[in-house]
């Protein structure tokens, strides 16, 4: 996958989240303020793989990072875990 391909697929994902985030404002108390938030997809290996490489230089660079992983679970459709 290249990195154009990543960052178009990236984008649909993070419009998701957002979407997500807009209708449950709750979920912002579980996010540190400032943290980076990298997507991970429910059914998308290769980006995913791709995405995980991504967290080491944003911790080097200091940054809180936070793993948005979409779920198949209608109720629960995003998980946020802090690596």
Do not use: C, Y
């Not at 793989?49 to 995003?78: C, Q, S, Y």
């Amino acid at each position: 996958m290249s990195n154009k391909q990543q960052l178009d697929k990236n984008m649909r994902l993070t419009a998701k989240l957002a979407d997500f985030i807009t209708t449950h404002p709750e979920v912002n108390k579980s996010i540190p303020s400032g943290a980076s938030i990298v997507p991970f997809s429910a059914s998308d290996n290769i980006l995913n793989r791709m995405n995980e490489k991504l967290i080491p230089g944003l911790k080097e660079e200091g940054k809180i990072v936070v793993k948005a992983k979409e779920t198949k679970n209608k109720k629960e459709p995003w998980e946020f875990i802090i690596p």
